[in-house]
C-alpha cells in the first residue's frame, strides 16, 4: 500500500505481525459475522472511528495533573487543593487510558506497511506515558502530597511520551490517511450516465463500472437494481473483489460488510456508510448517478 515505505527492523515487523494476530483473537476479527465486539470497538456504531474520541481524556486529564503539580510547585507546598486535584486527575486519565488503548490496537491490528510501524511507535510511547503515570500515582498514593515531587516529575515526562505519541499519531491520519474515509472525495456523477448494457448484466453478480471517474459497484437481482460506491470507506479495497451474500457484500480485505440496497455499513472496521447511487434501466441501457 506504501510506494516508498521506509526501512524497516525485521523484528519490528515480526513482532508487529504477531501483535496484530492477538488482537484479532481477541476482538473477534477473524469470527464469522457479524463480528459485533470488533465493530464496537472501531466505532461501526458510532459513525466515526471511536479511537480518536476516547483519546482525548487521558491527553486532557493528565495536562490538567501537569498544570496541577506546577501549582502545587510554585507554591511551595501551599496549595494542597492542587496537589490533590493532581491525585483525581491523574487516575481519571489512566482510567480512560484503558478504552484508548483498546480501540487504538483494534484500530492498528487492520494496518499494513509504514503505517503499521508509525502505529507500532505510536502505541509504545502510549505505553510508556502510561506506565510513568501509573507509577506517579502509586507515589502519590504511599507519600503524602507535601512530598510528591518524583511523582510530579514522572508525570511531566510521561506527558512529554503522550504529546509524541499524539504527534505520531496526527502522521498516521494527516500523511498517511490511516483511518480516513475513502469515499470522502467521491464527487461522482451529478446526471445520469451510461455503465452498462443491460444486456451485459447478469443476475446475483458484482459489476465495478465508472460514473464521472468514480468506480461504482452494480447489481442485479432479479427486477432489482443497486449501485454503491466501489471503494470500501474503511481503507481503499475493491468492494467488487468481494464476496456477495445476498444484498450484502464483504470488503475482500478486512471484512467491512455493506449493505447493497442503501450502502449502509452492517459491520467493522468501517465506521461510514458507502455512498450510494441512484440507478435505472432507459432503452437498455444501465444508467447511474450518484445521491446527494
Known amino acids: 500500500m ?10 519490528v515487523e515480526r513482532l508487529s505481525e504477531q501483535l496484530q ?9 477473524q469470527r464469522t459475522p457479524p463480528r ?19 483519546i482525548t481524556v487521558p491527553i486532557t486529564a493528565w495536562l490538567l495533573t501537569t498544570i496541577f503539580d506546577v501549582l502545587w510547585i510554585i507554591g511551595s507546598g501551599a496549595f494542597a487543593w492542587a496537589a490533590r486535584s493532581a491525585e483525581i486527575t491523574i ?6 487510558a484503558l478504552g484508548a488503548i483498546v480501540t487504538g490496537l483494534t484500530d492498528w491490528s487492520d494496518t499494513y506497511g509504514a503505517e503499521r510501524r508509525v502505529g507500532l511507535y505510536h502505541a509504545a510511547f502510549n505505553a510508556i506515558a502510561t506506565l510513568l503515570y501509573l507509577v506517579s500515582s502509586v507515589l502519590r498514593f504511599l507519600y503524602p502530597s507535601g512530598e510528591n515531587l518524583p511523582a510530579a516529575v514522572l508525570s511531566l515526562v510521561g506527558l512529554t511520551a503522550v504529546l509524541y505519541a499524539a504527534y505520531l499519531g496526527g502522521d498516521l491520519v494527516f500523511t498517511k490517511g490511516t483511518g480516513v474515509n ?13 455503465v452498462l448494457s443491460e ?16 468506480p461504482v459497484l452494480v447489481l442485479r437481482q432479479r427486477e432489482q437494481w443497486y449501485a454503491i460506491s466501489a471503494t470500501c470507506p474503511h481503507a481503499g479495497a475493491p468492494l467488487d473483489e468481494g464476496m456477495l451474500q445476498g444484498d450484502i457484500v464483504e470488503c475482500p480485505w478486512h471484512g467491512s460488510r455493506f449493505c447493497l440496497r442503501d450502502g449502509r455499513v452492517l459491520t467493522g472496521p468501517a465506521t461510514v456508510n ?7 434501466v432507459r432503452e437498455g441501457q444501465v444508467e447511474v448517478k450518484r445521491q446527494e
Do not use: C, M
Open 21 to 29: 494476530h492477538v488482537i484479532q483473537i481477541l476482538t473477534g476479527a
Open 36 to 54: 459485533h465486539f470488533k465493530s464496537f470497538l472501531t466505532g461501526t456504531w458510532f459513525g466515526h472511528p471511536l479511537h480518536p474520541a476516547l
Open 182 to 194: 475513502h469515499t470522502a472525495w467521491e464527487a461522482g456523477s451529478e446526471q445520469y450516465e451510461v
Open 199 to 214: 444486456q451485459e448484466v447478469e443476475d446475483d453478480k458484482l459489476y465495478r463500472v465508472t460514473a464521472a471517474g468514480v
Open 91 to 96: 487516575l481519571l486519565g489512566l482510567l480512560a
Open 2 to 11: 506504501d510506494e516508498n515505505p521506509p526501512v524497516s527492523l525485521p523484528f
Open 274 to 280: 458507502a455512498p450510494r447511487y441512484d440507478i435505472r
